[in-house]
């Protein structure tokens, strides 16, 4: 998988050589083409990285000052062409696939000023030897997660948390607050992971390590108030000026490089708008559409896809997905670390990317930005609309981002006192709406904490499943369009109104197919809506054909994975470990599958932590989970 790893050591005491080459070995899925690394001949420091090949072929690390200034990138930056061409008026020559080379070139020339305004979807390091100084840099989105640890006179980080254990001075205490965060909202917060040692780099920020002083500074630089672009007179202008920056968005991801390009499709609105914006998709664009036998989805996409002429492969999820659901859960857990709970549903789509030969794949998401009444449990109704206090925002979000996992359960889940759900995770929460700006409206700084959280730490975690294979690429989560999105009044974001204008715009077609989420078409009125979602809804619960949805785990979870629920849950690995309580533990698992009880998500919450834990630790697997593996260039 691509990423980053390395370390400064603060003392004199020199480091094994073996720990980069440990640090690799987590961070490779198997699929990397190229893996580079540096390491100091007296121990004191490394840098290593892999990469797919796909975005750059230019070696790293890139070296400046005589190799005293060294620097690493995983990503790219968009905006290549400006950005070269200020660096050539100052004497600097870089390649236009050389994004780390350029990075250095600002930081050598500004700092971390200059690298603070850098647009891409990148995570980086850069060494400074001669200052014994360490500075990792975040993308304003923190769509590559870094990951890091600070032990003793030790700094360690990596783009996946099992490369960081690779160090076997971090410790591996569990971080209780992160777990209740997790069981409380199914995602973590702020910079917590499942371990108290182990930290993520925020988004839009910079953290440097001195090893003079052994100390840790990190400075968030696009985050807040910042990211908040210039206020539009009227709605027709600042619909103008997001389709505007939509469009450059899009075209910014998907200008020729030589990497066939993928599109997951649905017959939802954010990949279809993005479809309708590319210029010539027939010629170069690959649509997958995943989805159970009668899906909507299937035929929505097929019909959009079929509107500009580009290739398109339906995927159905049927009993071999089922049959290799524990080898799926077992390697996406592998690839998030088990901080993403997920349903798995995409994992079948991964070596189908590979098979197409795609080689970067574009997704939807973000899009929520631009419809707020559908953004999971972010999305905005009469009652946020009306919010005019940071207690009733608070207690707002208290209700609506809860998974309600533990709802119907009997007992204690945890078998420890030391995790207490609501008080921590109610804490959590306050803090990561102290980070929004004050002196925004309630409902807009909701947006602002989907970004910061939703986006963060669990959007840019789903991300790492196709890393593996694919180089994903994001149009929505892009600064300038994000910046213009914040200026504009939560009552221009609602339903589909912005998305149907951009559509009308660029490929009035795709208006008139059902958008599978409402069931109804693009700029329907409201009772129309209204009528086609209760229509939807009790199709569905009927079962009738071109009704059915992505997945329906609740049911097979009951059913045919029902003996891999017990496998893992019920094992003595996880019963004796002393952190979940057995007995509760028993009473979810028997409940679910007889049917009383549906505790799809904390029983699916549960496989993630337990095979995660085993995972973290290389304790002994219950599937041997295998991804295609290629023989590394190393550089």
């Known amino acids: 998988m691509p990423g980053l790893c390395g370390y400064l050591h ?24 190229v893996v580079s690394r540096r390491v100091d001949p007296t121990g004191r ?14 070696p790293q690390p890139t070296v400046r000052r005589d190799g005293q200034l060294l620097a690493m990138l995983d990503g790219e930056l968009y905006d290549m062409e400006s950005l070269r061409a200020d660096l050539r008026s100052r004497g600097n020559e870089v390649a236009a696939d050389d994004y780390a080379a350029a990075l250095l070139a600002a930081y050598d ?120 672009g210039s206020v539009y007179a009227n709605r027709r202008a600042a619909f103008e000026a997001v389709d ?61 896809a079929a509107l500009v002429g580009c290739s398109h492969r339906s995927h159905v999820l049927d009993a071999a997905f089922l049959a290799d659901f524990g080898r799926h859960l077992e390697t996406m857990v592998r690839l998030t670390d088990a901080q993403y709970l997920s349903q798995c549903i995409v994992m079948p789509t991964i070596p189908l990317y590979q098979e197409l030969g795609v080689g970067v794949l574009l997704r939807g998401h973000g899009g929520e930005l631009m419809h707020l009444t559908k953004a ?32 119907g359960v009997d007992g204690p889940l945890f078998a420890r006192p030391e995790i207490q759900r609501a008080p921590a995770a109610r804490e959590s929460l306050r803090r990561a709406i102290a980070a929004t700006p004050a002196g925004e409206p309630p409902a807009q700084r909701i947006s602002h904490l989907f970004i910061d ?53 660029r490929q009035p077609r795709f208006c008139a197919v059902e958008n599978t989420n409402t069931g109804s078409v693009l700029g329907a009125g409201k009772m129309r809506r209204i009528a086609a979602g209760l229509r939807s809804r009790v199709c569905s619960k009927l079962g009738m054909p071109g009704y059915q949805p992505y997945e329906r785990l609740g049911l097979w979870l009951r059913r045919e994975l029902a003996p891999l629920v017990r496998e893992v849950l019920l094992d003595g690995a996880c019963l004796d470990r002393g952190i979940f309580a057995p007995d509760t533990v028993r009473q979810v698992v028997e409940r679910h599958v007889a049917g009383t009880r549906n505790h799809t998500y904390l029983i699916m919450a549960m496989m993630v932590f337990e095979v995660g834990h085993r995972k973290l630790f290389r304790e002994q697997s219950f599937q041997d989970a295998v991804v295609p593996r290629r023989q590394p260039i190393t550089v």
């Open 109 to 228: 020339a500004g700092g971390v000023e200059a690298v603070a305004s850098l647009d891409g979807s990148f995570a980086a390091a850069v060494l400074d030897v001669a200052g014994q100084t360490l500075t990792l840099i975040s993308d304003g989105f923190g769509s590559r997660p870094l990951y890091y640890a600070q032990t003793g006179a030790r700094f360690v980080f990596a783009s996946r948390i099992a490369a960081v254990l690779a160090d076997a001075d971090v410790p591996r205490d569990l971080d209780w607050q992160g777990l209740s965060q997790f069981f409380t909202f199914g995602h973590y917060f702020n910079d917590n992971t499942s371990l108290s040692a182990v930290r993520i780099l925020p988004a839009g920020a910079t953290l440097t390590f001195d090893a003079r002083s052994n100390k840790v500074q990190v400075h968030r630089h696009w985050a807040g108030s910042h990211r908040i």
């Open 10 to 33: 603060a003392s004199r005491e020199a480091v094994s050589p073996s720990l980069l080459d440990d640090m690799l070995a987590m961070l490779d899925s198997g699929a990397a083409e």
């Open 376 to 407: 999971y449990n972010y999305s905005l109704d009469a009652d946020a609309m009306s919010l005019r206090t940071e207690a009733a925002l608070e207690e707002w979000l208290w209700k609506r981002l809860q998974a309600y996992l533990l709802d």
């Open 453 to 505: 959280q939703r986006l963060r730490r669990e959007t840019a975690l789903s991300l790492m499943k196709f890393r593996a294979v694919v180089e994903p690429r994001m149009p929505y989560m892009d600064r300038t369009l994000v910046e213009r999105l914040l200026a504009m009044p939560v009552e221009w974001k609602l339903d589909d109104e912005l998305q149907t204008f951009i559509l009308r715009k």
């Open 244 to 304: 505007e920056a939509l469009f450059e968005a899009v075209r910014k991801r998907t200008a020729q490089d030589g990497a066939r390009l993928g599109l997951a499709l649905s017959g939802g609105l954010d990949a279809r708008t993005i479809l309708g914006v590319i210029e010539q998709p027939s010629e170069r664009l690959q649509t997958v559409c995943l989805g159970m036998a009668g899906s909507r989805d299937h035929r929505a996409a097929a019909r959009l």
């Open 45 to 58: 420091f490394a840098l290593g990285g892999s990469s797919l090949g796909v975005l750059s072929h230019s």
